[in-house]
């Protein structure tokens, strides 16, 4: 059942907060990596498979959703094993963008991943967890160099933008 709040006379006040869904497919000690293009965010870095959270949709059904639009890989929700909550925000003025990236990590999956949006991605391929492509965008590295060096990956972590 949907729930309606009444209308907020603060809104202008309140952040706007974007919503976003990662996978790091992993097979063994390699997780699978795309060299963003003409996207207009950090071209020219490798990144995990992501994306916004649509209107009327749960993180975990964006990142079903981004793994096969990405790499073609179908992945059971069951499969998705959360990490962590990336929260990421920047202090100041009346209407401050936040970001809360949603990173789930999968080792099963049906499908052979491939790169499938050519216009959003140069390459794609697997990458050892020890030995990442030079530049990986940097909230992303924050996470696999946790999962590389076997610490733990906290629940939530909090990074300015």
């Known amino acids: 059942m949907t729930e309606h709040y009444p209308s907020d006379d603060h809104a202008g006040e309140r952040s706007l907060l974007v ?4 996978v790091i497919l992993r097979r063994g000690d390699e997780v699978l990596l795309q060299l963003r293009e003409g996207t207009g965010y950090r071209d020219g870095h490798w990144a ?10 749960s993180v975990h059904e964006a990142a079903v959703r981004e793994a096969y639009e990405e790499a073609g890989v179908t992945i059971d929700p069951a499969d998705l094993r959360p990490l962590t909550a990336l929260h990421r925000f920047e202090r100041g003025g009346p209407q401050v963008e936040q970001r809360l990236d949603a990173i789930f990590e999968v080792t099963r999956w049906s499908g052979e991943a491939g790169l499938q949006e050519a216009d959003k991605a140069a390459e794609m391929g697997w990458f050892p967890l020890d030995d990442l492509p030079e530049p990986t965008v940097p909230h992303e590295r924050d996470v696999l160099d946790l999962l590389a060096a076997g610490r733990p990956v906290p629940p939530v972590i909090s990074l300015p933008l």
């Not at 919503?19 to 990662?22: E, G, H, Q, S, T």
């Not at 995990?48 to 949709?57: K, M, N, R």
């Open 48 to 57: 995990l498979l992501a994306g916004h959270v649509d209107p009327g949709e």
């Open 19 to 22: 919503a976003a869904a990662y």
